[in-house]
T-cell receptor, first 119, second 114 residues
């Protein structure tokens, strides 16, 4: 089983619908991230969280919200989906502790991605 | 927040050594340089990380000059399976806050031909 699991893997929805993408991890990491990738482009950071009570906006947070229900779970919501939110979404964790100060590399571990299509 | 600049694409042939350079003129004292590899429809995968001089692991080497304003990822003897997008990231891994956003740029698409 994957260490970072995203559900659903594929979703087609209509404009205006609320959609939630879920991410769970078994790595025991404090830090979790949501990225978005459009075809032919790099990854853009939507939100990141260093622990349950620490959630921060990334580059493109407008139109998105997140919830860190537990250390292992980090959900991304689109309150009212629009077509330009059609993209591949990735969840990731990092091996750094919430307060930093570690000798770890901060390597990001990604999920398999959730492909979202908004019609 | 240090911005990175990489070539959009590079071409190579199997068996050649490939060097991909990343510019990060505004790198901060506490920033590390990290490279990731991404195959289509997959999440990026960590390749290597360094702070200064040279770092080598089983898949790549990372060269960082004394001024740290650039870095070069070196892939020895590439194969077709090394065709992927390569991202250079710069950030402070030791503290929270804005410098830990781990921003990806558009990366470099490496195409390896037979």
């Amino acid at each position: 089983d994957a260490d970072v699991t995203q559900t659903p893997r594929n979703r087609i929805t209509k404009t205006g619908k609320r959609i939630m993408l879920e991410c769970s991890q078994t790595k025991g990491h404090d830090r979790m991230y949501w990225y978005r990738q459009d075809p032919g482009l790099g990854l853009q950071l939507i939100y990141y969280s260093f622990d349950v009570k620490d959630i921060n906006k990334g580059e493109i947070s407008d139109g998105y919200s997140v919830s860190r229900q537990a250390q292992a779970k980090f959900s991304l919501s689109l309150e009212s989906a629009i077509p330009n939110q059609t993209a591949l979404y990735f969840c990731a964790t990092s091996d750094l502790p919430r307060a930093g100060g570690s000798s770890n590399t901060g390597e990001l571990f990604f999920g398999e991605g959730s492909r979202l299509t908004v019609l | 927040l240090a911005k990175t600049t990489q070539p959009i694409s590079m071409d190579s042939y199997e068996g050649q050594e490939v060097n991909i350079t990343c510019s990060h003129n505004n790198i901060a004292t506490n920033d590390y340089i990290t490279w990731y590899q991404q195959f289509p429809s997959q999440g990026p995968r960590f390749i290597i990380q360094g702070y200064k001089t040279k770092v080598t692991n089983e898949v790549a080497s990372l060269f960082i000059p004394a001024d740290r304003k650039s870095s070069t990822l070196s892939l020895p003897r590439v194969s077709l399976s090394d065709t992927a997008v390569y991202y250079c990231l710069v950030g402070d891994k030791n503290y929270g806050g804005a410098t830990n956003k781990l921003i990806f740029g558009t990366g470099t698409l490496l195409a390896v031909q037979p």
